[in-house]
């Protein structure tokens, strides 16, 4: 199941191909598809009638929940993959408009099950998933294997204008945008030694919206 473009009217298929990180229960790639709701007197509309939110409740294993998903996504009854949770105003306006302080540790990498599509057309759909695991971004570091290269933390977004959106005493989320149509975005955990591990980094741009799951750490 893939959805057309509403800009260039053309069906985006994957290109990403994610790869599963042994250990974590998760793939190294995830999609950013809102989890929605309805309120339970919408009941008997149809589905595309209801007034869908997005919500702030965390997904648990072994529960079912709807997201509402469009391009990028490209996935087949049954599949498995992994998507991001965030509450509803850090999906819709990022991290510094977080209701409160403990939904930043909310934000989670979800592996998923595609049990049913609920509804449907060329752009976008309504699917019941089954969660099968959840592993919030601030253990992402405990669970994917350390990865040391020359790239440099501090390097990222070189040459752009870098934005922090949050930071405590081990969460430093930032990114940079190019007039909103290209942009990067870059989560950092610090440990109580002072180790810093790059433990997502996520690239948007036309037709891609995809979180990278990884564990770097500087030389």
């Known amino acids: 199941m893939n959805f057309v473009c509403a800009c260039c009217k053309q069906r985006v298929e994957?290109?990403?191909?994610?790869?599963?990180?042994i250990g974590a229960g998760i793939h190294d790639i995830a999609y950013h598809m809102p989890w929605v709701e309805f309120n339970e007197n919408e009941m008997d509309l149809p589905i595309d009638?209801?007034?869908w939110f997005i919500s702030d409740v965390p997904p648990e294993v072994g529960n079912k929940r709807i997201l509402r998903v469009q391009i990028?996504?490209?996935e087949e009854s049954g599949g498995i993959f992994t998507n991001i949770f965030e509450t509803a105003q850090m999906y819709l306006n990022g991290w510094e408009f977080a209701d409160h302080p403990e939904d930043?540790?909310?934000a989670s990498a979800v592996l998923c099950r595609l049990d049913e599509v609920i509804w449907s057309d060329d752009f976008s759909a309504f699917i019941n998933v089954e969660i099968l695991n959840v592993v919030?971004?601030?253990q992402l570091y405990k669970v994917i294997p350390e990865t040391v290269t020359d790239y440099k933390i501090d390097?990222?977004?070189?040459?752009?204008e870098i934005q922090t959106e949050y930071e405590d005493e081990h969460l430093l989320y930032r990114y940079w945008s190019a007039q909103?149509?290209?942009?990067?975005?870059?989560?950092?955990y610090t440990e109580g030694n002072g180790k810093r591990h790059e433990?997502?980094?996520?690239?948007?741009?036309?037709?891609?919206?995809?979180?990278y799951l990884v564990n770097i750490v500087d030389k």
């Open 155 to 160: 390097d990222f977004g070189k040459d752009e």
């Open 199 to 211: 433990v997502m980094n996520s690239w948007k741009s036309w037709h891609e919206d995809f979180y």
């Open 72 to 74: 990028p996504f490209d």
């Open 49 to 51: 009638k209801r007034k």
């Open 136 to 138: 919030p971004f601030s």
């Open 14 to 21: 994957k290109k990403n191909h994610p790869k599963w990180i």
């Open 104 to 106: 930043i540790y909310k």
């Open 180 to 188: 909103g149509d290209v942009g990067q975005v870059q989560l950092v």
